[in-house]
């Protein structure tokens, strides 16, 4: 009708003497959603302790505070020993070699999502850690390099306390906020379920008086933009890309390794893009002390009938180093590789260091592809293989590819 009003969807913009001619609108795309939101790292409310046993003590579940836009969450974890008096060590992770660590004071980490479908775990507090070194969530992920990182060994009357933090990641990238869950209803909350492991696991020698260990939590999340976050008249996406976009963090094991040639197939995340793969061997007599050595060199990778990787091990270890800026060869040490574990990134496209990623380069698969390992191994095994792939809104990658 004459003299009506042109109408412009949501979210665009309207400017006279655009391209197409007078008067014309011309579609301009909201700012991505980081641009207008309000970032916040705050305590969850959560602050359990449990003293460590001789078998498995359940925490209770990590209720997550609704805050908007739920981007990770932070585990802090402290044990206290008092008056000891043996001379303490700490395990490693299925008694592997190397200083020992803390973190398999926990036996079971596990985020559900609101329909109880597992986005994170399950996984012990080494396979979490390994998540955070290889994951590319922060500049330096590597939870033994954390300032307050901390173990206490020897026949000290504190022998055997600790201090670790670990990530559970949700946000894929900071760059645009992919991946972050929506997290706004209090009739709907996400839960962690944690496991506090027992002490013949966490230590060679445990102390005499068995830790007390406290659990808290810190919340990283974005608040939604308004209309006073505009930037030049332009407004902000209301929502993450894609949305609802999920990373999932997945572990599967081949307990049938033997000291021959061995073919492992991986069933999580098939018919989706996988982000990382961390593989970690373990030998039949229980230590991942082995896993390097009994690697197999070479080991071929395959999706379908393309092999995508041949790799010898020093090899694969060197670009690992490369990758993840390692500075010490010491195995199962800050910045240094894990006895036994081996990581493919396929998140780095917008630059050289796994993290800095664009989603072009994720080894996207179709239903009924297969994904396998082959390769000679030196001895028998288990074989664990953790799987994070990321499924876009409708399994749509157009959506998500920058």
Not at 8 to 32: E, K, N, T
Not at 80 to 106: C, E, I, K, R
Not at 128 to 157: E, L
């Amino acid at each position: 009708m004459a003299g009506s009003t042109p109408v412009v969807a949501a979210g665009q913009l309207q400017q006279s003497g655009a391209p197409g001619g007078p008067g014309r609108a011309a579609v301009v795309s909201p700012w991505p959603f980081p641009v207008g939101a309000l970032e916040s790292s705050n305590r969850n409310d959560y602050q359990e302790t449990k003293t460590m046993s001789t078998g498995q003590v359940a925490f209770p579940n990590v209720k997550i505070q609704p805050e908007g836009w739920l981007r990770g969450v932070w585990l802090e974890v402290d044990g206290v020993v008092t008056g000891n008096t043996s001379t303490v060590t700490f395990n490693g992770d299925t008694n592997a070699a190397g200083s020992g660590s803390p973190m398999t004071a926990l036996s079971k980490i596990l985020f559900r999502d609101t329909g109880t479908e597992q986005i994170f775990g399950e996984f012990n507090g080494f396979d979490a850690g390994c998540t955070n070194k290889f994951g590319g969530y922060q500049t330096s992920g590597d939870p033994r390099n954390d300032q307050n990182y901390s173990t206490t060994t020897g026949s000290a009357t504190n022998s055997g306390s600790f201090h670790f933090s670990l990530y559970i990641p949700l946000e894929i990238s900071a760059r645009d906020a992919l991946g972050a869950l929506e997290n706004r209803s209090e009739n709907s909350i996400y839960k962690i379920e944690l496991t506090l492991e027992q002490s013949s696991n966490v230590y060679v020698t445990a102390p005499s008086s068995l830790p007390a260990v406290t659990v808290r939590a810190t919340q990283d999340s974005y608040y939604e933009p308004n209309a006073l976050s505009s930037l030049g008249g332009r407004p902000t996406a209301d929502a993450p890309p894609s949305t609802p976009t999920v990373q999932y963090w997945k572990q599967e094991d081949d307990s049938g390794i033997v000291a021959s040639a061995h073919t492992s197939y991986i069933t999580n995340g098939i018919g989706y893009g996988y982000r990382t793969m961390i593989f970690k061997l373990i030998r039949s007599s229980g230590t991942r002390a082995n896993g390097t050595t009994d690697w197999p060199d070479p080991q071929e990778v395959y999706l379908g009938t393309t092999r995508i990787r041949n790799l010898y091990k020093k090899n694969w270890q060197d670009r690992m180093g490369r990758d993840f800026r390692f500075t010490t060869s010491t195995a199962d040490s800050a910045n240094g590789p894990e006895s036994g574990v081996f990581v493919l990134s396929f998140a780095k496209d917008a630059g050289l260091q796994p993290g800095d990623e664009l989603r072009r380069k994720y080894l996207r698969t179709k239903s009924g592809q297969t994904f396998k390992l082959y390769g000679t191994y030196g001895n028998a095994g288990t074989l664990y293989m953790t799987s994070n792939y990321v499924i876009p809104k409708n399994n749509d990658f157009t959506s998500v590819v920058a």
